[in-house]
Structure formats: C-alpha cells, structure tokens
C-alpha cells in the first residue's frame, strides 16, 4: 500500500533562516510524490513533484524539495523562510499499482515562521 | 488562484438533511476529484469522475453520492448527514484521467460544511 508520513505535526523557523518540512514515503514501485501548501481558510495549492529525473526538485514560491530514494524521503526546503510561508503543508504521494488515479496525503505539517 | 470553483463556500445544515456541493473544474480539464478533510481523519479522497464517468472510488460512504455532468461540473450529495461529516469538502481537476505521470490536480477553495 501507498502511504506518506509527515513526522512533525509543527515546524517553527525564524523569518531568514533555512526551513525543512519531512516527508517519508512507502510505496511499491516507482514514487511519484507531491506537495501542497493550505493557506488559512484556502484550497490546497500545488508546489512541486517528482515523478523522474533529478533529485532535487524547484517548485513555486522558491520551494524545493529533494528526493532521496535510499532514505525514502522527500523533504521540502527552502533557503530563506518568509513569514508568508506559514501554512500548513501536505505531502502525497500517487497510487502507482491498482488505482493511478488516488493521491494519498500525509497528516500535514504546520509551518510558522516568526519574524 | 487555481481555476477551481466550488460553491457555496458555506453551508449549516442539521442532522438528517441532504445538501449538495457544486464544483467547476479548470478549463479544459476532464477529471473531478472530491476530498474530505476533518481533524481526526486529515485529507481523504472520496471520488474521481473523469468525463462524465465514475473512474475511482476511495473512502467514500454509501450517504454520499457524486455525479459529472456534460458540461464537466460535478455535484457531491450528501445525505441523512450526522455530526461526523462536518468538513472542508474539496474538488480538485486535472487534465487526464489520471494515468499519466504527469498529471498534477489542482484544488479548489473548498465548501465548509458545518452540521448541527
């Protein structure tokens, strides 16, 4: 079975400093993985994927996120945290055997970013 | 903003009724997904139509029912509502049915249903 894991249910960074969200993934078979970003009172909004290639994946807002296949991780980074970037963020990862079509989400990780 | 849209973006409603949710997907893009996000189950997928037909089902309960139209709108019922189904309800779209890699869904605001 698919399935994500957002270890952290809270990540707190000070404005300018590097932030790490973490993502583990277990799937059978190739991973093609996600992430999103939920706004307050907003819809979730798509910030990058891996589905081949690069490890290291540059998304929306300055995101990016690196894919590490021994690790089966996927965490999500950035260089220098703004206050607009707390929100709460989700990592999926898409059914690849019997159901292409089914996105599975981690519980969610909420990021605060204190000026 | 994605391009999704939902409606109403709030509903109140009592134990035991039926409402209806509305969702309009991105221009051009053939499939509706429809979550259920709550505090103690997170994000859970219910359904995916995919031009007009019924292509996944995921943890859907049997009070709940969807359908695509022509046009490619897409309506969530819910019915003899308890408690429980309070809820974010969200549609996302993506362009396929979903099998290719590429494919990315796209989310719209969401439509807060409060049962009381």
């Known amino acids: 079975a698919q399935s994500v894991a957002q270890p952290e249910d809270q990540v707190n960074v000070a404005e300018g400093n590097p932030l790490t969200v973490k993502c583990t993934y277990s799937?059978?078979?190739?991973?093609?993985l996600f992430w999103y970003v939920q706004y307050p009172n907003r819809g979730l909004q798509f910030l990058l994927k891996?589905?081949?290639?690069?490890?290291l994946v540059k998304g929306s807002y300055g995101f990016e996120a690196e894919f590490n296949k021994s690790q089966t991780s996927f965490h999500l980074k950035k260089p220098s945290a703004l206050v607009s970037d707390s929100a709460l963020y989700f990592c999926?990862?898409?059914?690849?055997?019997?159901?292409?079509?089914?996105?599975?989400f981690g519980s969610g990780t909420k990021l605060n970013v204190k000026p | 903003d994605s391009g999704v849209t939902q409606t109403p973006k709030h509903l109140i409603t009592a134990t035991g009724q039926r409402v209806t949710l509305r969702c309009s997907p991105r221009?051009?893009?053939?499939?509706v997904y429809w979550y259920q996000q709550s505090l103690d189950q997170g994000l859970q997928f219910l359904i995916q139509?995919?031009?007009?037909?019924?292509?996944a089902k995921g943890n859907i309960l049997e009070r709940f029912s969807a359908q695509q139209f022509p046009d490619l709108h897409s309506e969530l019922n819910l019915s003899s509502l308890e408690l429980g189904d309070s809820a974010l309800y969200f549609c996302?779209?993506?362009?396929?049915?979903?099998?290719?890699?590429?494919?990315?869904?796209?989310f719209g605001p969401g439509t807060r249903l409060t049962v009381l």
């Open positions: 799937v059978s078979g190739n991973p093609y």
């Open positions: 996302a779209s993506s362009v396929t049915s979903g099998r290719a890699m590429f494919d990315t869904q796209y």
């Open positions: 139509y995919y031009n007009g037909e019924e292509r």
């Open positions: 221009s051009g893009d053939l499939s």
């Open positions: 999926a990862v898409r059914d690849t055997n019997y159901n292409f079509n089914k996105f599975y």
């Open positions: 891996y589905i081949t290639g690069d490890n």
